[in-house]
């Protein structure tokens, strides 16, 4: 270990802890504007709901959902690497110079989440942001520990570690929910043939909107958790926290905040994808998809086999474009998201590896910063790339291809 | 190889809740729609129609969707509180989480 240049000063550690919150409400932001499509994608293109309207909802209801979780999600990075005791605890042995190493990990993982969710949110993909968050936290963990202190498999028949918490669920989801939306896309069409369309448009228009608050809420008591469980991981091997039965409040307001703002600046990249790239919606597919998300993500995460948000609600708007006759999936885009998928884990952690690298050869005082910095200009370099191409509420239900016909006519933007 | 049967084994479980519910639920209301519709406009020409009865059809159909609804929204809340919803006499029970 590198000895520090003063070993009396505290600022270099109390930056770091500054720079790991920041980063993780940063994080937990673009959690929020990458997955506003999983609720909200099928009620913006069938107009169920205003564009607005709908990121607004959404964006509400996360903020409910972050304070309704009073359970202490301290245990989060326990799924795939080995720096916390099982009570959500920093092991002892990372606590040394202000927890430094436990924070550098924590900090690099989170850089690689978030650049991995910036670059899928360019692409316009939507990928799972808890699975960016442990591919960053595994990469980190390989650069600063090396890979036994990775979880990669648990014991036995307990679903445990990358394979048991993150690829497993990852391959079997998609499937899942393909095959539910499916289903209800073909019920829903066979029972309400020959109904006249006014009750059908008015009356599944209210189920959309019903499931997808459904959607909307849990997400906002499972992912806003996630963030709260690594800052206040964070703030205990930092020495500013003492208890793993409590979370500070600034952390979950700060938390609650942070996710509420990201659904309600809506990835409309990743909606417009979502809603009108991967299938062409109606009504019935977009209550028949959001009801079967919202079943599985709930009977999945009772039934103990949590599975990502994400996988669920494409796999169902996937399952409903199959389950229509003459409903079509664009497979070029299918395909497209697929391989995000499977490369999410390994891309996040190269990221948080090599950051973490940067972070090694720069030292202990100017490491954090220049990690810090780094993720700064990625994210202001990405952002830049969005603007030549911007997918905003008055696009986003554009036609995916372009009107073959010159003289078809444009309503404006 | 544990890992994937284990993997499987929740998989079967969360596919039969989720056709159980996630398809069975929009069925459901599909049906209400259709009984609704059914109360405003003869279905078929000929038959008797019972447009109280259609009615009727619908408003059971839908109250059985929205208290699923409310199932899953009293176990997003319990849950967020740390408590489990269990169904071991068909009747949902809250209970502290284990």
Same mark, same amino acid.
């Given at each position: 270990m590198t000895k520090r240049p003063y070993d009396a000063s505290v600022t270099p550690e109390f930056i770091l802890l500054g720079l790991v919150v920041l980063t993780a409400l940063a994080f937990d932001f673009t959690n929020g504007f990458h997955d506003t499509a999983n609720a909200m994608a099928t009620s913006i293109a069938t107009r169920?709901?205003?564009?607005?309207?709908?990121?607004?909802?959404?964006?509400?209801? %996360?903020?409910?959902?972050?304070?309704?979780?009073?359970?202490?999600?301290?245990?989060?990075t326990n799924a795939v690497i080995r720096i916390q005791n099982p009570d959500g605890s920093p092991k002892p042995e990372f606590l040394a110079n202000g927890g430094h190493d436990l924070l550098m990990i924590i900090l690099c993982g989170l850089v690689g989440a978030i650049v991995? $969710? @910036? @670059?899928?949110?360019?692409?316009?993909?939507?990928?799972?942001?808890?699975?960016?968050l442990f591919g960053g936290l595994v990469g980190s963990t390989i650069a600063g520990l090396g890979p036994s202190a990775v979880k990669w498999t648990g014991d036995g028949t307990k679903l445990d570690g990358v394979i048991g918490k993150v690829l497993l669920p990852g391959l079997f989801s998609p499937v899942?929910?393909?095959?539910?939306?499916?289903?209800?896309?073909?019920?829903?069409? #066979?029972?309400?043939?020959?109904?006249? +369309?006014?009750?059908?448009?008015?009356?599944? #228009?209210?189920? *959309?909107?019903?499931?997808?608050?459904?959607?909307?809420?849990?997400?906002?008591? %499972?992912?806003?958790?996630?963030?709260?469980?690594v800052i206040t991981l964070a703030l205990i091997a930092s020495g500013a926290w003492h208890t793993t039965h409590d979370i500070p409040l600034w952390v979950k307001v700060a938390c609650a905040l942070a996710i509420a703002l990201g659904t309600y600046i809506g990835g409309w990249r990743i909606i417009r994808t979502m809603g009108k790239g991967l299938v062409e919606i109606s009504p019935p597919q977009?209550?028949?998809?959001?009801?079967?998300?919202?079943?599985?993500?709930?009977?999945?995460? *009772?039934?103990?086999?949590?599975?990502?948000?994400?996988?669920?609600?494409?796999?169902?708007?996937?399952?409903?474009?199959?389950?229509?006759?003459?409903? #079509?999936? +664009?497979? +070029?885009?299918?395909?497209?998201m697929l391989v995000a998928w499977l490369i999410t884990l390994p891309s996040a952690g190269v990221v948080g590896a090599l950051v973490w690298f940067l972070g090694d050869v720069t030292?202990?005082?100017?490491?954090?910063?220049?990690?810090?910095?780094? @993720?700064?200009?990625?994210?202001?370099?990405?952002?830049?790339?969005? +603007?030549?191409?911007?997918?905003?509420?008055? $696009?986003? $239900?554009?036609?995916?291809?372009?009107?073959?016909?010159?003289?078809?006519?444009?309503?404006?933007? | 190889m544990n890992q994937v049967i284990a993997a499987a084994d929740g998989a079967w479980r969360v596919l039969l809740a989720g056709l159980l519910l996630g398809a069975?639920?929009?069925?459901?209301?599909?049906?209400?729609?259709?009984?609704?519709?059914?109360?405003?406009?003869?279905?078929?020409?000929?038959?008797?129609?019972?447009?109280?009865?259609?009615?009727?059809?619908a408003y059971v159909s839908f109250a059985v969707v929205v208290l699923a609804v409310l199932l899953g929204l009293s176990y997003i809340v319990a849950h967020g509180f740390g408590y489990v919803i269990t169904f071991d006499g068909i009747i949902p029970v809250v209970r502290p989480k284990k």
């Open positions: 169920a709901l205003s564009p607005k309207a709908a990121v607004t909802l959404c964006a509400v209801l %996360n903020l409910v959902g972050a304070f309704l979780s009073v359970e202490v999600a301290l245990t989060v991995w $969710n @910036l @670059l899928t949110w360019l692409w316009g993909l939507p990928s799972s942001s808890s699975h960016a899942i929910a393909a095959i539910v939306a499916m289903t209800a896309t073909w019920a829903v069409f #066979r029972i309400s043939s020959g109904v006249a +369309r006014a009750f059908l448009d008015s009356g599944f #228009r209210w189920g *959309q909107i019903g499931t997808a608050s459904l959607v909307s809420l849990s997400h906002g008591t %499972n992912d806003a958790q996630k963030t709260m469980g977009g209550m028949a998809a959001e009801s079967s998300s919202a079943a599985i993500i709930l009977a999945s995460s *009772q039934l103990g086999f949590a599975l990502s948000t994400t996988h669920v609600a494409t796999g169902s708007i996937m399952g409903t474009g199959l389950g229509m006759k003459g409903g #079509r999936v +664009r497979w +070029r885009v299918a395909a497209r030292g202990p005082v100017v490491g954090p910063i220049a990690v810090f910095v780094l @993720l700064c200009g990625l994210t202001m370099w990405m952002w830049l790339h969005s +603007r030549h191409e911007p997918v905003h509420p008055g $696009n986003v $239900n554009d036609e995916w291809e372009a009107p073959q016909a010159p003289t078809e006519e444009r309503v404006g933007v | 069975g639920l929009p069925a459901l209301f599909a049906l209400g729609i259709r009984q609704l519709a059914a109360a405003h406009v003869p279905d078929t020409a000929g038959a008797r129609w019972h447009p109280g009865l259609h009615r009727a059809a």
